[in-house]
């Protein structure tokens, strides 16, 4: 069982990024990364384009830095739990296990079987589309929590548990910076989705 737990930090995200460039290393170590992904609906009703982005307006979920409502919403954790092997003078990581929880929140036209049909054929394409690029959100955290794995695989030896605390404390703390930055810029660049077809109605 792994003894050591560790859980450092979460993001919100509205929107995705890529992770360009990752640390590549070899695995040496008895690891696995556990993905846990969730997606949840808010239900929103209307017969008009304009009733629909005023209830995603009203109802949306809010992103934790911004405090602003968004259609689509992706939060991520990324936790490390971790066994160590300590002897006179020396310490190691033994087992480790990273964490990725995903939780998507959507929204859901519960009567679109009333709406116009170029309506629903509009809504159903900008529902795709916006499913996408919150997908794009889940790849990036994978790819940091992936890149956090590799790392922690790269590990060595340290002369105490406090020291081996303080090296996986660093790597986490690292990748949380890293992944926010990334988020940021992407968002930046297209414009929380909307430069690839995340608009309605």
């Known amino acids: 069982m792994l003894?050591?737990?560790?859980?450092?930090?979460?993001?919100?995200?509205?929107?995705?990024?890529?992770?360009?460039?990752?640390?590549?290393?070899a695995f040496t170590l008895n690891a696995e990364m556990k993905v846990v992904r969730?997606?949840?609906?808010?239900?929103?009703?209307?017969?008009?384009?304009?009733?629909?982005?005023?209830?995603?307006?009203?109802?949306?979920?809010?992103?934790?830095?911004?405090?602003?409502?968004?259609?689509?919403?992706?939060?991520?954790?990324?936790?490390?739990?971790?066994?160590?092997?300590?002897k006179p003078g020396r310490c190691r990581v033994l087992n480790f296990v990273v964490e990725l929880d995903v939780r998507i929140t959507l929204p859901r036209w519960i009567d679109i079987g009333e709406g116009p049909a170029?309506?629903?054929?509009?809504?159903?394409?900008?529902?795709e589309a916006l499913q996408r690029h919150e997908d794009g959100h889940h790849e990036l955290a994978k790819a940091v929590a992936q890149n956090l794995d590799r790392q922690m695989n790269s590990m060595g030896m340290y002369t105490n548990a406090k020291a081996l605390r303080e090296?996986?404390?660093?790597?986490?703390?690292?990748?949380?910076?890293?992944?926010?930055?990334?988020?940021?810029?992407?968002?930046?660049?297209?414009d929380h989705g909307?430069?690839?077809?995340?608009?309605f109605p």
């Open 167 to 190: 090296a996986v404390d660093r790597l986490v703390d690292n990748a949380s910076a890293t992944c926010n930055q990334l988020q940021n810029a992407y968002d930046k660049d297209n």
């Open 3 to 25: 003894r050591q737990v560790k859980n450092r930090f979460q993001g919100s995200i509205s929107d995705g990024c890529w992770l360009g460039c990752l640390l590549l290393t």
């Open 38 to 86: 969730e997606v949840i609906r808010y239900d929103v009703s209307g017969k008009s384009g304009a009733d629909l982005r005023a209830e995603m307006t009203r109802l949306g979920p809010v992103h934790r830095q911004s405090g602003n409502r968004h259609d689509g919403y992706t939060d991520w954790k990324i936790s490390c739990r971790y066994d160590y092997e300590l």
């Open 194 to 199: 909307r430069n690839t077809g995340v608009r």
């Open 118 to 127: 170029p309506l629903a054929a509009n809504w159903r394409r900008y529902l």
